[in-house]
């Protein structure tokens, strides 16, 4: 799961937080002492943001590959490559590996995961997959992802067939084999966007969580809470319906599409995502005073919105939903939102 991180771009099917507006100036509290701190210090609070993202979300769509239709794979690993940073942070970036240009490096890897038990390490530098070098592209290039992005799509085609992958890594200035076997996955990806807003969406593929909503849950269970409900928008198709409904939402959003569509594919990503969650292992009785919490911080979540509900009556949706997995669980020990 390769993420990259830059200003979010709100062109969401469907969002926890709704799309568009300016922040209610909620910061993470980690992001704010670090942003008086400097660029290491932010660093180190995002590379460590990253992990916990890079290990909730593996964790959901390893659990949940029977619902999610067309396998994919998971790696357990965040990377990223000195080419998507600007100015301020590259030297900060570049000390902590041997990273260059646009080649893709480990910044994170998630316990016990695929990268982890081949033997990655934060800091390796991946050179080429399966015999084909990766492109390190231009040193010192204006802050771009393009081309991290062309490499991990090569990376993504080797580590989607069933076999092992062989990766040649620099670390410490020597260059080393490992043999990377990625799990099967739902095929989706997560990515952690550094942004002020407290936003979440999904875009079919992708789920995207801002810096300051990951930093908002207090703990991993409210933070699986979070990608669950987006993972759910993206394996309920939920926006090739709204796009096949209203064409118009290409231009206008959501806006374009009608409430009671939307207020059903969010009661139904509510759902699912608890679902997703239990299945995962993670603790679904956080969702509502996740929510009371939310709605509490949060004007643009108190009160209902064009097809969102308000916090209030999530929450008491989600209690029903928490109570009718428990009640499954006791009855039958399958836990399944089909
Ligand atoms: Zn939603």
Same mark, same amino acid.
């Given at each position: 799961?390769?993420?990259?991180?830059?200003?979010? /771009?709100?062109?969401?099917?469907?969002l926890?937080?709704g799309?568009?507006?300016?922040?209610? %100036?909620?910061?993470?509290?980690?992001? +704010?002492?670090?942003? !008086?701190?400097?660029p290491?210090?932010?660093?180190?609070?995002?590379?460590?943001?990253?992990?916990?993202?890079?290990?909730v979300?593996?964790?959901?769509?390893? *659990?949940?590959? #029977?619902?999610?239709?067309?396998?994919?794979?998971?790696?357990?690993?965040?990377?990223?490559?000195?080419?998507?940073y600007?100015?301020?942070?590259?030297?900060?970036?570049?000390?902590?590996?041997?990273?260059?240009g646009?080649?893709?490096?480990?910044?994170?890897?998630?316990?016990?995961?695929?990268?982890?038990?081949?033997?990655?390490?934060? %800091?390796?530098?991946?050179?080429?997959? #399966?015999?084909?070098a990766?492109?390190?592209?231009?040193?010192? &290039?204006a802050?771009?992802?393009?081309?991290v992005?062309?490499?991990? *799509?090569?990376m993504?085609?080797?580590?989607?067939? #069933?076999?092992?992958?062989?990766l040649?890594?620099?670390?410490?200035?020597?260059?080393?084999?490992?043999?990377?076997?990625?799990?099967?996955?739902?095929?989706?990806?997560?990515q952690?966007?550094?942004?002020?807003e407290?936003?979440a969406? &999904?875009?079919?593929?992708?789920?995207?969580?801002?810096?300051?909503l990951?930093?908002? +849950?207090?703990?991993?269970?409210?933070? +699986?809470?979070?990608?669950a409900?987006?993972?759910?928008?993206?394996?309920?198709?939920?926006?090739?319906?709204? #796009?096949?409904?209203?064409p118009?939402?290409?231009?206008?959003g959501?806006?374009? /599409?009608?409430?009671?569509?939307?207020?059903? *594919?969010?009661?139904?990503?509510?759902?699912?995502?608890?679902?997703?969650? +239990?299945?995962?292992?993670?603790?679904?009785?956080? &969702?509502?005073?996740?929510?009371?919490?939310?709605?509490?911080?949060?004007?643009?979540?108190?009160?209902?919105?064009?097809?969102?509900?308000?916090?209030? /009556?999530? !929450?008491?949706?989600?209690?029903?939903?928490?109570?009718?997995?428990a009640?499954?669980? *006791?009855?039958?020990?399958?836990?399944?939102p089909?």
């Amino acid at each position: 799961m390769a993420r990259r991180h830059a200003l979010t /771009v709100c062109l969401a099917a469907a969002l926890v937080a709704g799309c568009g507006g300016g922040g209610d %100036g909620l910061n993470v509290p980690h992001a +704010a002492s670090a942003e !008086a701190q400097g660029p290491a210090a932010r660093y180190a609070a995002l590379q460590a943001l990253d992990a916990r993202v890079a290990t909730v979300f593996h964790r959901l769509v390893t *659990a949940n590959v #029977d619902l999610c239709g067309a396998p994919g794979r998971s790696s357990g690993w965040s990377l990223h490559a000195a080419n998507q940073y600007g100015a301020e942070m590259r030297p900060v970036v570049a000390a902590t590996g041997d990273l260059k240009g646009d080649l893709p490096a480990v910044l994170a890897v998630v316990p016990g995961g695929p990268a982890a038990r081949a033997g990655l390490e934060v %800091g390796d530098v991946i050179l080429s997959v #399966d015999g084909t070098a990766l492109s390190i592209g231009a040193i010192d &290039a204006a802050e771009s992802w393009d081309g991290v992005a062309r490499n991990l *799509a090569a990376m993504d085609a080797a580590l989607a067939d #069933d076999g092992p992958a062989m990766l040649e890594i620099s670390r410490g200035g020597a260059v080393r084999t490992v043999r990377l076997t990625a799990d099967p996955a739902c095929p989706h990806s997560v990515q952690l966007d550094v942004s002020d807003e407290l936003n979440a969406r &999904a875009n079919g593929t992708g789920v995207f969580i801002s810096t300051a909503l990951a930093g908002f +849950a207090a703990n991993d269970d409210e933070l +699986a809470l979070i990608l669950a409900h987006e993972l759910a928008h993206n394996i309920l198709k939920h926006r090739e319906r709204f #796009d096949r409904e209203a064409p118009a939402r290409r231009v206008f959003g959501n806006l374009a /599409v009608a409430p009671s569509s939307l207020a059903a *594919a969010e009661r139904d990503a509510d759902r699912w995502g608890l679902y997703l969650m +239990a299945r995962a292992g993670f603790d679904v009785d956080v &969702a509502a005073p996740f929510w009371r919490r939310f709605g509490a911080a949060n004007w643009r979540v108190r009160w209902a919105q064009w097809g969102h509900p308000s916090a209030e /009556v999530r !929450a008491r949706q989600l209690e029903a939903v928490s109570a009718e997995i428990a009640d499954a669980r *006791a009855r039958t020990g399958r836990i399944d939102p089909r």
